[in-house]
């Protein structure tokens, strides 16, 4: 689409950037639309809907147009990752405090499991490192790479439809919920221990961040990964995600996902640690799928434990701070790397540099007290009880 990759690499990040911080803005203000009005499902729906649209849309924008379809993609991640808010915001209510860890651990883990076969799909558009056979599509401008995007749509489209029309409104309308996003915030001060898991996460979701961006490139310069070599990696990384998801789910519900989250944190200190002092290929290898293994859980286990911090009627303003957590500082941590890679003139040291965030992140959630959280949110219902009787 761009006129030369170095273009187009700097035209994907600011894209990449630009949708963050639209995210950022419009992340509160959306969930606290939705708690006000009970239009949860409505919003999750509209969404979705929009980013199918615009997903087809990218398949049909060629190659002098790389600004629009530029454009086009940050509506629609945007789109996309406010629709998240809505679809994190029904957790409370399809799952209890006994199985919460395990509901959201199974639905990572499938999101995982989908997008491998999503991916897995979309390499008979594009072909397969190494494999001579694929669909007999035009490569004239690109076509069968942007072809992919009608898969991406409809597989997209498919598998939302259980959602769209089984799931319900999660809580009844909130009155009190402001339109203005930060009266949401300041809400949070009756809920400490949300507030603490937010500021904690704040940080340690830029290690992650950081590691996501950076792998493939770390493989290939540092280790000399040729392009089919990266897309195995990258696939074996997302898949031992999605089995560590499966896995911790129930250990989420036995230890609670304030421990979970900490011993992930505490493997993923190791696995930067040893990503960076890996000895060759092999030992990259072993690194990368203890990484892959602890993001899972860790991503999790945030989400449930959050769900348990909050009532149900204030999902929508909550987990819109918790995408704006996940996004607000996202860009410090391939900064970090990037900064310390030149000042050191290897990567090594830039990818041994991750694991401070998520040294942080595990101090910063040391503050956190899973059972007053819980307490909390049952204070809240009690309260609310009270006045609802004497009105």
Do not use: H
């Amino acid at each position: 689409m761009a006129p030369d990759e170095i273009t187009g690499t700097q035209m994907w990040t600011r894209g990449v950037a630009a949708s963050s911080v639209l995210i950022a803005i419009f992340a509160p203000l959306v969930g606290t639309i939705a708690d006000r009005s009970a239009s949860r499902r409505r919003y999750f729906v509209g969404l979705t809907l929009v980013t199918i649209v615009l997903t087809v849309a990218l398949a049909f924008i060629g190659p002098p147009y790389a600004i629009l379809a530029l454009a086009v993609f940050i509506i629609a991640n945007t789109a996309y990752e406010l629709a998240q808010v809505f679809y994190n915001s029904f957790l409370p209510a399809l799952s209890t405090d006994k199985n919460v860890g395990m509901v959201s651990g199974a639905a990572w883990g499938l999101g995982y499991v989908g997008g491998l076969l999503c991916l897995a799909a979309g390499f008979l558009f594009t072909g397969i490192p190494g494999v001579e056979w694929k669909l007999p599509l035009s490569t004239e401008g690109g076509w069968n790479i942007r072809a992919t995007n009608l898969l991406v749509a409809g597989w997209y489209l498919l598998f939302a439809l259980p959602s769209m029309f089984l799931l319900r409104e999660p809580a009844p309308p909130d009155p009190r919920a402001s339109w203005n996003p930060l009266p949401a915030a300041r809400q949070l001060l009756a809920f400490p221990q949300a507030l603490r898991l937010l500021v904690a996460r704040l940080i340690y979701n830029d290690g992650l961040v950081a590691a996501f961006s950076f792998g493939g490139i770390y493989a290939g310069v540092t280790f000399g990964f040729d392009f089919g070599q990266i897309i195995l990696f990258g696939i074996w990384l997302n898949a031992a995600a999605g089995i560590g998801a499966f896995l911790f789910g129930k250990l989420d519900d036995i230890i609670g996902g304030k421990r979970t989250i900490q011993l992930s944190l505490i493997g993923l200190v190791g696995a930067a640690i040893g990503a960076g002092m890996a000895p060759d290929a092999a030992g990259l290898w072993i690194a990368g799928t203890a990484l892959g293994l602890l993001v899972g859980p860790n991503q999790s286990a945030s989400r449930s434990l959050m769900a348990r911090f909050i009532p149900a009627e204030k999902t929508g303003e909550f987990f819109g701070l918790f995408a704006l957590s996940g996004k607000l500082t996202a860009f410090l941590g391939p900064l970090v790397l990037g900064e310390v890679t030149g000042l050191t003139g290897s990567q090594r040291w830039g990818v041994g540099a991750v694991s401070i965030f998520f040294l942080i992140g595990l101090v910063l959630l040391y503050f956190v007290d899973e059972r007053r959280g819980i307490d909390d949110v049952e204070r809240f219902r009690t309260n609310k009880r009270e006045e609802s009787t004497f009105s």
